[in-house]
């Protein structure tokens, strides 16, 4: 999937991306991020992604620029 980087929370290091599809947003962790540091991410940056399932829900994982 591709999207965009809604909402990025610095000090817990997890974020939300926005899916270009329009579903819902989805949570991404900073240990899902592949080729790419949290510090290096900004809001509005493009993003590839897949999405698995968590005990609390859908989650980002293979977080890439895109």
């Known amino acids: 999937m591709t999207g965009t ?4 929370v610095v000090d817990k290091n997890f974020g939300f991306i926005t ?4 579903s819902k947003d ?3 962790h900073a240990s899902a ?3 790419i540091t949290f ?3 900004q809001q509005g ?3 590839s992604y897949d999405v698995e399932e968590s005990e609390k829900g ?3 994982i293979n977080v890439a620029r895109a």
């Open 39 to 41: 510090a290096e991410l």
């Open 45 to 47: 940056d493009k993003v």
């Open 5 to 8: 980087i809604k909402t990025l």
């Open 33 to 35: 991020l592949s080729g």
């Open 26 to 28: 989805t949570f991404f």
């Open 19 to 22: 899916p270009e599809d329009g």
């Open 58 to 60: 859908p989650r980002a």
